[in-house]
């Protein structure tokens, strides 16, 4: 066989397989972020109307919906730090574990923004009209953000793998 040659264990689309991982990484994570960051400024600008001096107070959940587009960032370099050619060894096996990987990253990250976008756009504008209304939708927010963090630790769990 020549050195252009793959085996049953290392098909020559294998990587195209840890390629999909890291973009699905990036790519469903970021557009959980881009909505959670959309919903919620759209909250901001129409809460900011009435109370402007709360604005930086409420910016909480565009913050945090940015940190979703991170655990996408740091699953989708850690894959594409590993890619590699077939015929240099890249398994198969490696190719699903790394799509899974940014599946579960992508996927969790996209439900998280979601989450993040609608809670923090009813929380700050029901804030601006109850401001005792704030702890209870930062607390929201944080099990929405977990949600995100959840899929970060089965990526790493599978890219660890």
């Known amino acids: 066989m020549s050195s252009t040659d793959t085996t049953t264990d290392n098909p020559i689309y294998g990587p195209f397989f840890g390629v999909m991982g890291a973009a699905g990484a990036i790519i469903f994570s ?38 979703i587009a991170i655990y996408g960032l740091v699953v989708a370099i850690l894959i594409a730090g590993d890619l590699k050619s077939a015929s240099d060894g890249y398994t198969l096996f490696d190719g699903f574990m790394h799509l899974g990987a940014g599946l579960a990253v992508g996927f969790s990250g996209l439900g998280a923004g979601f989450s993040i976008g609608i809670v923090g756009d009813a929380g700050v504008r029901g804030t601006a009209q109850q401001p005792r209304l704030f702890v209870g939708m930062i607390l929201i927010l944080i099990f929405s953000e977990v949600l995100g963090l959840y899929g970060l630790i089965v990526a790493i769990y599978l890219y660890a793998k």
């Open 30 to 67: 970021a557009m959980g972020a881009a909505y959670g960051t959309a919903k919620s400024g759209t909250g901001i600008a129409s809460m900011a109307v009435m109370r402007p001096e709360m604005i930086m107070k409420c910016i909480i959940p565009v913050v945090m919906a940015g940190i």
